[in-house]
T-cell receptor, first 111, second 113 residues
Framework: QKEVEQNSGPLSVPEGAIASLNCTYSDRGSQSFFWYRQYSGKSPELIMFIYSNGDKEDGRFTAQLNKASQYVSLLIRDSQPSDSATYLCAVNMGGGNKLTFGTGTQLKVEL | DGGITQSPKYLFRKEGQNVTLSCEQNLNHDAMYWYRQDPGQGLRLIYYSQIVNDFQKGDIAEGYSVSREKKESFPLTVTSAQKNPTAFYLC????????????FGPGTRLTVL
């Protein structure tokens, strides 16, 4: 069974801090990795994707990929209350179009 | 205004009824997907289609059916055979390509009365 695992949280960080969200995956041959943000009662929205080892930055968000250790992480700098949401990690395992989703990590940014 | 639309936003079904959820996209995407999300759980794939007139079962296809007669449309029917259909249903689409990034519609919340 190919799996994507995330800590369900909640992860609480103070406003202005760095939030670090982690995701591990079981299929060593995975090629594409995605982070989605989902507000309560809403659909997931894409934050960013990464498919090469190392870091990818987009504004306050940085995705980090380590294929040897089979983990991908998302860093959110200068966390804001509006960042409070569930963050879903998704992995393209085995090629094709299918994504396998983790159960998500709930992030709470406190004033 | 490009995007993915789903209707209705809320749907109530009596036991024993079939209901159809609509999904339309004007992004010219090749592939479309249906997911189910239950509270506290991740997204589970029901069906997906990579091309018109072709679709494949996902991980939890039992009790569901789909059609793909047009590139922009991928309706999902929840049949009476689905024993626990109350959930949040999400439609997504993607271009065929290296990243296969999926974009989601707003979702339909189905409740069985």
């Amino acid at each position: 069974q190919k799996e994507v695992e995330q800590n369900s949280g909640p992860l609480s960080v103070p406003e202005g801090a760095i939030a670090s969200l982690n995701c591990t995956y079981s299929d060593r041959g995975s090629q594409s990795f995605f982070w989605y943000r989902q507000y309560s009662g809403k659909s997931p929205e894409l934050i960013m994707f990464i498919y090469s080892n190392g870091d990818k930055e987009d504004g306050r968000f940085t995705a980090q990929l380590n294929k040897a250790s089979q983990y991908v992480s998302l860093l959110i700098r200068d966390s804001q209350p509006s960042d409070s949401a569930t963050y879903l990690c998704a992995v393209n395992m085995g090629g094709g179009n299918k994504l396998t989703f983790g159960t998500g990590t709930q992030l709470k940014v406190e004033l | 205004d490009g995007g993915i639309t789903q209707s209705p936003k809320y749907l109530f079904r009596k036991e024993g009824q079939n209901v159809t959820l609509s999904c339309e996209q004007n992004l010219n995407h090749d592939a479309m997907y249906w997911y189910r999300q239950d509270p506290g759980q991740g997204l589970r794939l029901i069906y997906y289609s990579q091309i018109v007139n072709d679709f494949q079962k996902g991980d939890i296809a039992e009790g569901y059916s789909v059609s793909r007669e047009k590139k922009e449309s991928f309706p999902l029917t929840v049949t009476s055979a689905q024993k626990n259909p109350t959930a949040f249903y999400l439609c997504a689409s993607s271009m065929q390509g290296i990243t296969d990034t999926q974009y989601f519609g707003p979702g339909t919340r189905l409740t069985v009365l």
